[in-house]
C-alpha cells in the first residue's frame, strides 16, 4: 500500500526491541515497520505478549527501541524521554494520581505544560464537560467508580490536546455494558477532538467494531494492516484468521494458478478458484479458509459445494451452528441465522452440502 | 455458597491462655510502674496512698530538665537527619537502574540492626576517641547526634522502601507521559505518596534514639545526660516513685507518637 507522506501521525520504521541480555535476550518486537495516519482510530491486536504493548510503550517514551526510528509528523521521536513528546496514554490501570481530585488530575498536564491558570482551568472545565463528569470535579479518585475513573483518565489524558493519544487496553477492567457503552463513547471522542488514537487490545470484537485500521501482531511482527472489513474477509496470515472471529479450516492441494486465483482441490474431489493475499505464491498444500457465516447448508449433498454428515446442531439465539464432519473427516461449522421462519429444519446424522461461493474462500500458506 | 473454612484462631486449643500469659508478661510489670508512679510512700514496692505530688517533683527537678531537653536535641536533630539520608538512600535503591553493589549497599544500610548493639557503642566511643585524639576534634552533643543519627538510619529507612515498592509505578510513567520532568514527577506525585512512609519512618527513628541507653551511656560526655541515662543513674540511689512518674511520661511521648503517625498513616492510606 503505497503511503503518503505527511499525512502519517506515526511512522514507525525498523523498530526492535529487545529485551535482557546475552543467552536471556528476547526480541519483543522484531523489526517493526507501520505508518498511522493522522485521525485515524488505529487499533494493534494481537494476544498477550506479541508486543503490542512495547509498541506502545516505545511510542509514549516508557522504553527505548534497540533500533529503529519513530517519527511523529516526520520528527524522530525515539530517542526523546516521555515528558517531551506531544503524546499521552490512557493506562490501562487508569494510573489516577490518588491524592488529588478529578479536576486536579485532569488539569496536572496542562500545569506541567506550564500553562496559564486561568487557561487551564477552562480546559479543565471543557474536558469534564466532554467525558459527563462536571458534578463529580472536586472528588477524590479514589471515590469515583471504574467507569467514572476510565473517563478521568480520558480527561486527563486529552487535555493538554496531544498528538496521538495512546490507549493500552484501557476497557479491559470495565464489565461487558460498561465497555460496550465506552466503545461508543471512545468513539465519539475521537471523532470530536480529531486525536488520533492508538488503541491496544486483544479483545478481536473491540478491535473490528472501533478501528478505521488494525494491525494484527503475533510474537512480535506485524502479520497484517488493514480495515476490519480487510482482515475479517481477506486475511494475509492463517494466524490471522484464526485469531479474528472464528473460521474453518480446510487442507487443499494447488491445481492450477493464474493472476490472484488459485483453483484447489480439497475435501476429497472438491475444487474451488479462490483468492490468495498478495505476496503468497501458493503451490502444492495449503489451507482454505472459509467463515462460518458465508456458507450456507442444503438439504441436498449434490447440490453443496462439498457435503458431509451433519453431526451437531448449537442454537445460539441470534443464529445457528451446524456442524458438519466432511467425508475427509474434517469437520466444518456453517452459521445460519435465525429468522421468523425457517423454512427447512435440519437433524442430526442427515447428509448435507455445504454450499459457499468462490469470493468466500481464501487460499492461505499451510 | 458456602463460606470458605478459614480456621479462626480463637479455637484453637491453648490459644486463649498462652495470649493472656503473654499479655500479662508484657504489660503488668509496665502497668505496676504506672501505678506506683501516684505512690504517695517514697518506696516504689510498699504502696501506700495515691498522690500526684511524684509527678509535680519530677516535672519541678532541674536534673530531668535537662535530661529532657537533650534528649529532644539529639532525637529530634537525628530523626530529621537519618529519615532524609533514608529517604534518599531508599530512592537510590528503587527507583533506578539496578547498579553494581545495590545488594551490598542494601547490607551496608541494614548492618546496625545486625551488629549486637553494644559492639557499635565500643565502636563509636573508640572512633570519637580517636578523632579527639588525632585532631583534638570533639563536636559535644554532635557526636551523639552523628552517633544516634546512624542508627536511627535503618529504622528509618525501612518502611519509606517498604511504602515506595508498594507504589504503583505506573502514577510515575503517567506524570512523565503528561509532561512532569523527574524532578516534578517526584515532588508532586512520589514524595506527596510517600510521605506516611516517611512519617513512620521518622517516628520509628525517634523512638529508636528517644529511648536509647548503650551507645549513649559509652558515648556522652558531661552534662550529656538523657533522659534513660538520668533514669539508670538514679535506680542506683535509693529509689523514689519519682522514677515511676519520669518513666511514665517517657512512656506517654512513645504512645503519642506512635498513636499519632499510626492515625496518619491510616488517614493518607484511605
Given at each position: 500500500?503505497p503511503?503518503?507522506?505527511?499525512?502519517n501521525?506515526?511512522?514507525?520504521?525498523?523498530?526492535?526491541?529487545?529485551?535482557?541480555?546475552?543467552?536471556?535476550?528476547?526480541?519483543?518486537?522484531?523489526?517493526?515497520?507501520?505508518?498511522?495516519?493522522?485521525?485515524?482510530?488505529?487499533?494493534?491486536?494481537?494476544?498477550?505478549?506479541c508486543g503490542?504493548?512495547?509498541?506502545l510503550?516505545?511510542?509514549?517514551?516508557?522504553?527505548?527501541p534497540?533500533?529503529?526510528?519513530?517519527?511523529?509528523?516526520g520528527?524522530?521521536?525515539?530517542?526523546?524521554?516521555?515528558?517531551?513528546?506531544?503524546?499521552?496514554?490512557?493506562?490501562?490501570?487508569?494510573a489516577?494520581?490518588?491524592?488529588?481530585?478529578?479536576?486536579?488530575?485532569?488539569?496536572?498536564?496542562?500545569?506541567?505544560l506550564?500553562?496559564?491558570?486561568?487557561?487551564?482551568?477552562?480546559?479543565?472545565?471543557?474536558?469534564?464537560?466532554?467525558?459527563?463528569?462536571?458534578?463529580?470535579?472536586?472528588?477524590?479518585?479514589s471515590?469515583?467508580?471504574?467507569?467514572?475513573?476510565?473517563?478521568?483518565?480520558?480527561?486527563?489524558?486529552?487535555?493538554?490536546?496531544p498528538?496521538?493519544?495512546?490507549?493500552?487496553?484501557?476497557?479491559?477492567?470495565?464489565?461487558y455494558?460498561l465497555r460496550?457503552?465506552?466503545?461508543?463513547?471512545?468513539?465519539?471522542?475521537q471523532?470530536?477532538?480529531?486525536i488520533?488514537?492508538?488503541?491496544?487490545?486483544?479483545?478481536?470484537?473491540?478491535?473490528?467494531?472501533?478501528?478505521d485500521?488494525?494491525?494484527?501482531?503475533?510474537?512480535?511482527?506485524?502479520l497484517?494492516v488493514?480495515?476490519?472489513r480487510?482482515?475479517?474477509d481477506?486475511?494475509?496470515?492463517?494466524f490471522?484468521?484464526?485469531?479474528?472471529?472464528?473460521?474453518?479450516?480446510?487442507?487443499?492441494?494447488?491445481v492450477?494458478?493464474k493472476?490472484?486465483v488459485?483453483?484447489v482441490?480439497?475435501?476429497?474431489?472438491?475444487?474451488?478458484?479462490?483468492?490468495?493475499?498478495?505476496?503468497?505464491?501458493?503451490?502444492?498444500?495449503?489451507?482454505l479458509?472459509?467463515?462460518?457465516?458465508?456458507?450456507?447448508?442444503?438439504p441436498?449433498?449434490?447440490k453443496?459445494?462439498?457435503a458431509?454428515?451433519?453431526?451437531?446442531?448449537?442454537?445460539?439465539?441470534?443464529?445457528?451452528?451446524?456442524?458438519?464432519?466432511?467425508?475427509?473427516g474434517?469437520?466444518?461449522?456453517?452459521?445460519?441465522?435465525?429468522?421468523?421462519?425457517?423454512?427447512?429444519?435440519?437433524?442430526?446424522g442427515?447428509?448435507?452440502?455445504?454450499?459457499?461461493?468462490?469470493d468466500?474462500?481464501r487460499?492461505?500458506?499451510? | 455458597?458456602?463460606?470458605?473454612?478459614?480456621m479462626?484462631?480463637?479455637?484453637?486449643?491453648?490459644?486463649?491462655?498462652?495470649?493472656?500469659?503473654?499479655l500479662?508478661?508484657?504489660?503488668?510489670?509496665v502497668?505496676?510502674?504506672?501505678?506506683?508512679s501516684?505512690?504517695?510512700?517514697?518506696?516504689?514496692?510498699?504502696?501506700?496512698?495515691v498522690?500526684?505530688?511524684?509527678y509535680?517533683?519530677?516535672l519541678?527537678?532541674e536534673?530531668?530538665?535537662?535530661?529532657?531537653?537533650?534528649?529532644?536535641?539529639?532525637s529530634?536533630?537525628?530523626?530529621?537527619?537519618?529519615?532524609?539520608?533514608?529517604?534518599?538512600?531508599?530512592?537510590?535503591?528503587?527507583r533506578?537502574?539496578?547498579?553494581?553493589?545495590?545488594?551490598?549497599?542494601?547490607m551496608?544500610?541494614?548492618?546496625?540492626l545486625?551488629?549486637?548493639?553494644?559492639?557499635?557503642?565500643v565502636?563509636?566511643l573508640?572512633?570519637?576517641?580517636?578523632?579527639a585524639?588525632t585532631?583534638?576534634?570533639?563536636?559535644?552533643?554532635?557526636?551523639?547526634?552523628?552517633?544516634?543519627?546512624?542508627?536511627?538510619?535503618?529504622?528509618?529507612?525501612?518502611p519509606i522502601?517498604?511504602r515506595l515498592?508498594?507504589?504503583?509505578?505506573t502514577?510515575?510513567?503517567a506524570?512523565?507521559?503528561?509532561?512532569?520532568?523527574?524532578?516534578?514527577?517526584?515532588?508532586?506525585?512520589?514524595?506527596?505518596?510517600?510521605?506516611?512512609?516517611?512519617?513512620s519512618?521518622?517516628?520509628l527513628?525517634?523512638?529508636?534514639?528517644f529511648?536509647d541507653?548503650?551507645i549513649?551511656q559509652?558515648?556522652?560526655g558531661p552534662?550529656?545526660?538523657?533522659?534513660?541515662l538520668y533514669?539508670?543513674?538514679?535506680?542506683?540511689?535509693?529509689?523514689?516513685?519519682e522514677?515511676?512518674?519520669?518513666?511514665?511520661?517517657?512512656?506517654?511521648?512513645?504512645?503519642?507518637?506512635?498513636?499519632?503517625?499510626?492515625?496518619?498513616?491510616?488517614?493518607?492510606?484511605?
Amino acid at each position: 500500500m503505497p503511503e503518503q507522506p505527511g499525512k502519517n501521525a506515526i511512522e514507525v520504521r525498523g523498530v526492535r526491541k529487545v529485551f535482557g541480555t546475552g543467552e536471556n535476550q528476547v526480541a519483543a518486537l522484531d523489526t517493526v515497520s507501520v505508518s498511522i495516519r493522522e485521525n485515524e482510530f488505529f487499533t494493534l491486536l494481537g494476544p498477550s505478549g506479541c508486543g503490542k504493548t512495547t509498541l506502545l510503550r516505545l511510542i509514549a517514551g516508557f522504553d527505548f527501541p534497540t533500533a529503529g526510528e519513530i517519527l511523529l509528523h516526520g520528527q524522530d521521536i525515539a530517542p526523546l524521554p516521555p515528558f517531551k513528546r506531544p503524546v499521552n496514554t490512557v493506562f490501562q490501570s487508569y494510573a489516577l494520581f490518588p491524592h488529588m481530585t478529578v479536576a486536579q488530575n485532569i488539569g496536572f498536564g496542562l500545569e506541567m505544560l506550564g500553562k496559564p491558570k486561568a487557561e487551564i482551568e477552562a480546559r479543565v472545565a471543557q474536558m469534564l464537560k466532554l467525558v459527563k463528569m462536571e458534578a463529580l470535579k472536586a472528588r477524590r479518585t479514589s471515590q469515583i467508580s471504574g467507569g467514572q475513573q476510565q473517563r478521568v483518565a480520558l480527561a486527563r489524558a486529552l487535555a493538554p490536546q496531544p498528538k496521538v493519544l495512546l490507549l493500552d487496553e484501557p476497557l479491559s477492567a470495565l464489565d461487558y455494558k460498561l465497555r460496550k457503552e465506552m466503545q461508543i463513547e471512545l468513539k465519539r471522542l475521537q471523532h470530536e477532538t480529531g486525536i488520533t488514537f492508538i488503541f491496544v487490545t486483544h479483545d478481536q470484537e473491540e478491535a473490528l467494531t472501533m478501528s478505521d485500521r488494525i494491525a494484527v501482531m503475533s510474537a512480535g511482527k506485524i502479520l497484517q494492516v488493514g480495515t476490519p472489513r480487510d482482515i475479517y474477509d481477506r486475511p494475509a496470515e492463517r494466524f490471522v484468521a484464526d485469531f479474528i472471529g472464528e473460521t474453518n479450516f480446510l487442507q487443499g492441494t494447488v491445481v492450477s494458478k493464474k493472476t490472484g486465483v488459485a483453483t484447489v482441490k480439497f475435501a476429497g474431489d472438491a475444487t474451488i478458484a479462490a483468492g490468495y493475499p498478495e505476496g503468497f505464491d501458493p503451490s502444492g498444500e495449503v489451507t482454505l479458509v472459509v467463515r462460518p457465516e458465508h456458507a450456507d447448508l442444503v438439504p441436498d449433498p449434490a447440490k453443496g459445494t462439498i457435503a458431509g454428515t451433519l453431526s451437531n446442531i448449537v442454537y445460539f439465539g441470534t443464529d445457528t451452528h451446524y456442524h458438519v464432519r466432511l467425508e475427509g473427516g474434517q469437520d466444518f461449522i456453517v452459521r445460519h441465522q435465525n429468522s421468523r421462519s425457517s423454512p427447512v429444519t435440519y437433524a442430526t446424522g442427515a447428509k448435507v452440502g455445504i454450499q459457499f461461493e468462490e469470493d468466500a474462500a481464501r487460499v492461505l500458506k499451510y | 455458597m458456602a463460606e470458605p473454612r478459614v480456621m479462626d484462631i480463637k479455637d484453637q486449643p491453648g490459644f486463649r491462655s498462652i495470649a493472656i500469659i503473654c499479655l500479662l508478661v508484657l504489660y503488668v510489670p509496665v502497668l505496676i510502674l504506672m501505678i506506683f508512679s501516684l505512690n504517695s510512700g517514697s518506696l516504689v514496692t510498699h504502696w501506700e496512698g495515691v498522690t500526684l505530688s511524684w509527678y509535680g517533683t519530677a516535672l519541678l527537678n532541674e536534673e530531668f530538665h535537662n535530661a529532657a531537653r537533650n534528649t529532644l536535641i539529639i532525637s529530634i536533630t537525628a530523626t530529621i537527619v537519618s529519615t532524609i539520608c533514608a529517604t534518599l538512600a531508599a530512592i537510590g535503591m528503587t527507583r533506578v537502574k539496578p547498579w553494581r553493589g545495590l545488594a551490598a549497599a542494601f547490607m551496608v544500610i541494614n548492618l546496625p540492626l545486625m551488629v549486637p548493639e553494644i559492639i557499635t557503642a565500643v565502636a563509636t566511643l573508640s572512633f570519637f576517641a580517636l578523632i579527639a585524639g588525632t585532631f583534638g576534634l570533639n563536636f559535644g552533643i554532635g557526636n551523639l547526634i552523628l552517633a544516634h543519627t546512624v542508627f536511627c538510619i535503618p529504622f528509618a529507612y525501612m518502611p519509606i522502601r517498604a511504602r515506595l515498592e508498594d507504589m504503583d509505578l505506573t502514577l510515575e510513567y503517567a506524570a512523565a507521559d503528561l509532561y512532569a520532568t523527574p524532578w516534578n514527577a517526584f515532588r508532586r506525585i512520589t514524595l506527596p505518596l510517600l510521605v506516611p512512609g516517611i512519617m513512620s519512618g521518622a517516628a520509628l527513628a525517634f523512638i529508636v534514639s528517644f529511648d536509647d541507653f548503650t551507645i549513649t551511656q559509652l558515648v556522652a560526655g558531661p552534662g550529656q545526660t538523657t533522659l534513660p541515662l538520668y533514669i539508670w543513674n538514679q535506680i542506683r540511689r535509693p529509689m523514689t516513685p519519682e522514677i515511676n512518674a519520669i518513666s511514665t511520661i517517657l512512656l506517654m511521648v512513645s504512645i503519642l507518637f506512635v498513636s499519632v503517625s499510626f492515625l496518619i498513616a491510616r488517614r493518607r492510606a484511605k
